[in-house]
């Protein structure tokens, strides 16, 4: 995949807000799903976009919330947006993660050097960057799709 391509497809994803990240359920690619919005007077609907990191090696997910927040955010009423939305610590029950400063691509690494001889295919590493949690993957391609609500 052309770097240029990956470059301006993951900078598209700034400043918008995951909805959910993980592997898919075939275990071998990972999905990061992406709420857009545009400025309403745009007229531009939202939606809910795919990306999919395929052939995905590696998957590290760490947070990006300070020990000090967590502490003050271990109380279970704040996984529900309507009983913590009122109660002091980060409010979990959002259900979303704000991607700033957003998805960079990383430069080339032993890893993605590695895993491009063994399998003879080019190999990427993308740091995914909210407010919530820091997402880093080794993959070979990116795909990009529009997906239902739910």
């Known amino acids: 995949m052309d ?10 994803t700034f400043d918008h807000a995951v909805v959910h990240h993980g592997y898919t359920n075939y275990m071998r690619d990972y999905e990061v799903i992406v709420y857009v919005t545009a400025d309403p007077r745009t007229g531009i609907a ?7 990191f395929r052939y995905c090696v590696e998957a590290r997910c760490e947070t990006s919330v ?5 502490r003050a955010s271990l109380d279970d009423r704040l996984i529900d947006h309507e009983a913590g939305v009122d109660l002091d610590g980060y409010v979990w029950g959002v259900k979303w ?3 700033d400063p957003g998805a960079k691509l990383l430069p080339a690494s032993a890893a993605t050097r590695r895993w ?5 295919i080019d190999f990427h590493e993308v740091r ?5 949690h ?10 990009v799709s529009e997906v239902p609500v739910g």
């Open 66 to 70: 300070s020990a000090e927040t967590w």
């Open 128 to 132: 995914i960057e909210t407010n919530a």
């Open 134 to 143: 820091n997402v880093t993957l080794l993959f070979s391609d990116l795909q």
């Open 46 to 52: 939202p939606s809910h976009l795919r990306y999919l």
């Open 116 to 120: 491009s001889k063994a399998l003879g």
């Open 3 to 12: 770097t240029a391509v990956l470059e301006q497809m993951l900078d598209e």
């Open 97 to 99: 993660h704000a991607l």
